[in-house]
């Protein structure tokens, strides 16, 4: 049983002792004590005081009485305000280690068939352009978010939703056929995604040079966009592949295709991957037909223009528009129709979107209206809303090819990483291929690490320099500590060193710390699965690396000659190179054995 299980327990059994109040130890769940005070775990006793009609620090001093009085773990305790601050005797320390090294899975959650199945969108990118920087922290976001979730004992299906149709993929298609002269990905030894992302940066110059010349020749600017004859023939393009066209379509099927290829490479050097892919083009006429249901049991209303559209001002909200007044569907009404795909092939019980913050007020709507149209989880559903990620010089924008490709910034980082690693003379006597498959983990571990260590919530800067560094709060520095205790445990191996019976070691104060933090990530997990935020596991590795730096600068290993003092701290090696490497997984960043 964990020291955490054995202070719940002792805590439901003392109120109920001293106030006739029944608390499950469940529901009781101890913190690690803040640093400026005394004690090792911390429970919150104002649930109590109403009950026991005694002010927080009289309940506070009762309940640690009664603890240092019946629970043989407990030390001593002290009370600051409602907040009963306990220390755990050193001796009980060595139980906590154990109950830790023997549970492989120690702070995992398995699920079963019972459990909650979770759906995750996340990417949902356009098939006119590769994946950038912006979508970068989406994917990533979303990958480690899945990956927490089943580490709560979920049952995750991640999903992934194409916009592959619309005017956006009409103007790539089009600048293409006016000026690729047939290029493909092989003739021009180019990713697909990369080179249909030229043609839509092409489309736009041309655009803007066509709305230039309109406007010297005396038109509003506001007239020249709708007077482009490229625009125009664009439109054209999307209303025959509306109707089917085979050209069109075949074109289409074509150039996508090369998207996907290319999509598919990034994604694999990622490391992330999905359950269930869906396409817009798929999804958008069963959208609506959804709306064309809700039109018929009052839940959407046509207008005289023949629109169709959903009042929502009972709700705080105001009117939305769902099919246009010639009957083509808006993001909306493809939303719904994935929605409704998507609760056909999985008995969802909660859906989490990952989309960035600028789309906040079209998940309200469409909770609403998923709810409306009588989805079980839509009311509830949850929209993992995160902040845009910039670089030091500004925003990006796609269409004047400004952003930061994902593959180009995935080079750049492995580049960095090398020279980086070898300036610092960690990767030496390593072959060449040893080299760039070390460079590749610690460059992405280090663009994955600061996208993730941020609250996902608030706008952030990528600043490719800061991640790369070897110290301080990033994916190298955890990385080179992982290698660094890999390393010592080899080397004890070597010396044939094995860990046996450290029962009777009193630990000291570094270990008692060390241990106190690997005891802590259990809670760590969970809480990062109740508030959709990768960020706590990733800090948490980052102060569980330094508390093992703190701990082998003042305690020697391999040359302690007491065999059980030895023995317990392999042990905490052991099982801190464990734990980083699961927390470290559950960002999606792998560590590597040796730097």
């Not at 092409?202 to 966009?225: C, P, R, T």
């Not at 070390?438 to 490719?464: C, H, Q, S, W």
């Not at 190298?476 to 450290?502: M, N």
């Amino acid at each position: 049983m964990s020291i955490d299980n054995i202070i719940s327990q002792a805590v439901s059994h003392a109120v109920k002792d001293l106030y006739g109040i029944d608390t499950p130890a469940t529901d009781i769940v101890p913190q690690s004590t803040k640093k400026e005070f005394e004690g090792n775990l911390t429970v919150v006793v104002f649930p109590w005081v109403k009950a026991a009609r005694k002010a927080p620090e009289a309940v506070g001093q009762e309940i640690g009485q009664w603890l240092a009085e019946n629970e043989p773990a407990v030390e001593r305790f002290n009370v600051v305000k409602g907040f009963l601050n306990i220390v755990i005797k050193p001796t009980f320390w060595n139980a906590v280690l154990k109950h830790i090294a023997e549970d492989s899975n120690f702070g995992i959650k398995e699920a079963d068939e019972q459990s909650p199945l979770v759906m995750v969108e996340y990417s949902s990118p356009n098939t006119n352009k590769p994946l950038h920087l912006g979508h970068l922290r989406n994917i990533l976001l979303g990958h480690s978010l899945s990956e927490i979730l089943k580490a709560c004992g979920n049952r995750v299906v991640k999903t992934n939703i194409v916009n592959d149709r619309g005017i956006h993929i009409c103007k790539s298609m089009l600048a293409w056929l006016k000026w690729g002269n047939g290029a493909t990905p092989e003739s021009l030894g180019q990713k697909g995604d990369h080179l249909i992302g030229d043609y839509y940066v092409a489309f736009d110059k041309h655009y803007k040079a066509e709305v230039a010349e309109l406007i010297e020749q005396g038109m509003s600017k506001e007239d020249a966009e709708k007077a482009s004859p490229l625009l125009q023939e664009a439109r054209q393009m999307l209303v025959k592949w509306e109707n089917k066209d085979p050209e069109v379509r075949a074109l289409w099927e074509k150039m996508n295709s090369w998207v996907y290829d290319g999509f598919d490479v990034t994604y694999k050097r990622m490391g992330v991957d999905f359950d269930k892919i869906y396409y817009e083009s798929d999804t958008y006429l069963v959208g609506k037909d959804k709306v064309l249901e809700g039109l018929d049991k009052g839940i959407m209303y046509r207008k005289e223009d023949g629109s169709v559209w959903a009042d929502l001002t009972a709700d705080g909200l105001d009117h939305k528009l769902l099919l246009r007044s010639d009957g083509t569907s808006v993001y909306m009404t493809q939303d719904i129709g994935t929605a409704a795909l998507r609760f056909r092939d999985y008995p969802i019980d909660k859906m989490i979107y990952v989309v960035g913050n600028e789309q906040n007020y079209h998940f309200q709507v469409l909770s609403l209206l998923l709810d409306k149209l009588g989805f079980r989880w839509g009311k509830d559903l949850v929209h993992f809303s995160y902040g845009m990620v910039e670089l030091p010089e500004g925003k990006m924008k796609s269409r004047e090819g400004t952003v930061v490709d994902a593959d180009d910034l995935m080079d750049d980082m492995a580049r960095t990483a090398k020279e980086v690693s070898a300036s610092m003379g960690k990767l030496a006597d390593l072959s060449d291929d040893e080299l760039t498959e070390i460079a590749e983990t610690v460059g992405l571990g280090a663009l994955k690490y600061f996208l993730l260590k941020v609250d996902p919530r608030k706008n952030m800067t990528f600043n490719p320099k800061e991640s790369i560094d070897f110290n301080g709060n990033t994916g190298p520095f955890i990385q080179y500590t992982y290698a660094r205790i890999r390393s010592v445990l080899r080397k004890a191996q070597e010396s044939g060193f094995t860990i046996g019976d450290y029962s009777a070691v009193i630990p000291n104060e570094k270990e008692i710390a060390l241990i106190q933090r690997l005891n802590d990530f259990p809670y760590v997990v969970s809480e990062a699965g109740r508030t959709y935020s990768p960020a706590l596991i990733a800090n948490y590795a980052y102060d569980l690396v330094k508390e093992y730096n703190q701990f082998y600068h003042d305690c020697s290993i391999l040359r302690e000659t007491n065999e059980s003092v030895r023995s317990l701290r392999l042990a905490l090696s052991h099982v801190t190179a464990r734990t980083v490497r699961t927390a470290m997984s559950l960002l999606g960043i792998i560590v590597p054995e040796r730097m």
